[in-house]
């Protein structure tokens, strides 16, 4: 089945959809994305992830594509177009295409930002049989730039590193600065010790996730003990229990570190209950 996507203001064919090679994004990953989740055709924390692009285009100087609500629109009808019950809605913005390389940004009067969404089905989201056995991570350096809090498309280095992994027969890496976790390729990074769980704390160094966000706050509901701080891969190594969370994996259990077991070995009890706190709760605000 080909999909129906979006591409400025239009519904197409996917392979109707065509951007031009002068599109800012091709040339200079001048663009900013969202992956927003959709379980039974409803999105997940859609405003969240609405408030962080305005922000992410904002620190970038790029001007308002689209309303919430025409957002939001979109989402809706490419759910319903496609049929999407479980899966991603990928969104793009990048600053548009000026029809000619230049460094400098083009005038925002003159050139319109480009705009595109498509839908991504994975029906394996909810029971994903990684949750079962968990993930193997091992460590790479970060040597992405310094505004990680801005999520744009500059995705080389997340995507060199999930090779590094898969070549050492890993699902994912874990970058670390200065001897410290960042988060992951395209996830934040948990450690759980005793009862207490540990996350770095946000600033430009890491994404400022939507689902941790929504973790956090449910493990504070849930009167779980939260420590936003750094640890090391060697405290990662010592932990009882590691997770994940993104949009595509909500919260996955993490339970081998560059080749030592977190704790059993198996994925953990607390990473197992925040896991099912996390898609109840989240269903519930689902529109
Ligand atoms: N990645 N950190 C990085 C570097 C990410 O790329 C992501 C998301 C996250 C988690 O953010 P959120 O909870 O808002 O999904 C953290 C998406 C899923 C991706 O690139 O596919």
Redesign the pocket.
């Known amino acids: 089945m080909t999909r129906i996507v979006y591409l400025n203001g239009e519904y197409v064919h996917e392979s109707e959809a065509k951007v031009s090679i002068f599109d800012r994004g091709f040339l200079m990953a001048d663009g900013v994305?969202e992956?927003t989740s959709v379980i039974g055709g409803k999105l997940i924390d859609f405003n969240?992830?609405a408030i962080?692009l305005a922000r992410s285009m904002n620190e970038l100087m790029m001007q308002p594509a689209i309303t919430k609500d025409a957002l939001l629109e979109v989402h809706r009808e490419l759910i319903a177009l496609n049929d999407l019950q479980e899966g991603m809605i990928y969104l793009q913005i990048t600053r548009g295409s000026p029809n000619d390389r230049d460094f400098v940004f083009p005038d925002p009067e003159k050139v319109k930002p480009t705009v595109v969404l498509f839908t991504q089905s994975n029906p394996n989201m909810v029971y994903n049989p990684k949750a079962k056995v968990g993930m193997k991570v091992i460590s790479i350096s970060d040597e992405r730039w310094g505004r990680?809090d801005i999520?744009t498309v500059q995705?080389l280095y997340?995507s060199m590193g999930k090779m590094m992994a898969k070549a050492e027969g890993a699902d994912d890496a874990w970058m670390v600065e200065d001897g410290m976790v960042t988060?992951?390729?395209?996830?934040?990074a948990y450690i759980i010790k005793g009862d207490v769980i540990i996350t770095r704390k946000l600033s430009n160094d890491?994404?400022h996730?939507?689902?941790?966000a929504a973790v956090l706050r449910f493990a504070g509901e849930a009167k779980m003990t939260v420590e936003e701080r750094n640890f090391t891969i060697a405290e990662a190594q010592d932990a009882d229990e590691a997770f994940i969370?993104?949009?595509?994996t909500f919260v996955m259990p993490v339970v081998s570190v560059d080749g030592v077991d977190v704790g059993t070995g198996i994925p953990g009890p607390i990473a197992a209950r925040l896991r099912a706190i996390y898609l109840e709760e989240s269903l519930k605000t689902a529109i």
Not at 183 to 188: K, L
Not at 245 to 248: I, Q
């Open positions: 994305y992956v969240g992830h962080r990680r999520k995705l997340p988060e992951g390729t395209s996830n934040n890491i994404l996730g939507i689902t941790r969370t993104s949009a595509s």
